[in-house]
């Protein structure tokens, strides 16, 4: 990738995409990550059952595991999604690329909702398949935003969001007005309209290119992470805000206003140290003990031969059920590809990484590993919770 365009206008792509993979390493990560932070114990892993014709060329950053264990795989690289058994043989592929119905000319993320498989292929649509029997059911236009994940809080479908018109964080459609085929794919209502991003924005206005958002909702309560600070949340449906939990920094870099200067008006952006300037908070998950586990990571830059090279390190906190105390940065390693890739089911983490399938090879195999997140040996540190 070059960098003929500026940097604001591609920080959020380049930073949830990568530029390039890492050199791949061989062997597995049998290590146990313990400490203050949580401990991540190895369950175990499965190498995906890919072929000349069907292999992973470029994962998306998020995965999706349904109720039954089976592994969503987004490939951004040959615009499908491809499931596997939890045995790690292939099960079905969705879409394919092309500009017709069912096709991707891109594609980012993808979400189990119900009996549909909601991927979103662009900022600006939302294609939705039945992941059962894998038809294609519709497409949905959405007004241009930046989308991680999509949740459904009792009959709202909750997608996060970063709306670049509406200049919120959230959008929340009737779900059942979201898969009426009758509807056509309207972009009336489909706008960001429940949450105002950080303040942080306004002062450092570059930091809407770290506007990518991650969303959780139980009872009356929705939580929502902006990836540029280091704090999460909570609102009423509303979108009226309750108040924000911050969790501590402990081997992270944190997001602290000196990272933050890269993005100030007026300041020339140099890429290397954008990157490495603050931690993203990419994702958090609510668990069913009701507390919540957060990622985030610390990413570095490489220029080699006119393209950046892009790694990660993921970190992995716990945030107690009521938001005062958290477990803060435990270090899950991706010893093949440097560039991590993650998604929860129950208690369960899923981690995909790609490493060398033997010392002559020049193909890269898919692995997912599953560790179970523990507590037991934790040091736990009060949270910052303050109002609105």
Known sequence: MTTSRSVPSILIALLLVGCGRASSRSGEDETLTSGPGPTLALVDSVVLAESDTLYIGKPEVGLTVDDSGMIYVADEFWNRVVRFRRDGTVNRVFGHAGDGPGEFRSLTAATLVYDSLLLQPTSAKIKVFNRFDGRFLLERRVQPSVMDQSILAGDRLLIASYDFGTKRGLKSIPFGDFLDETRGPSTEGYASTLVKPPPEFATYPGL?????????????????GFMGVDYLVRYKPTGDPLDTVVIPTRLRRGAGPKGREAFAKGVKYDFVAV????????????????SFLVWHEDNSATKRKGNFLLSGVAFISVLSKDGKEACVDARLPFPGSDWPRITMRGDTLYALDQTSSGVDSTRAQTVVRRYLVKTDKCSWLKTTSTPP
């Open 208 to 224: 809407v290119n770290t506007a990518g958002t991650s969303v959780s909702a139980w009872g009356d309560t929705v939580m929502v």
């Open 275 to 290: 990157v490495a300037s603050l931690s993203l908070m990419l994702r958090h998950w609510r668990l069913p003990d009701g």
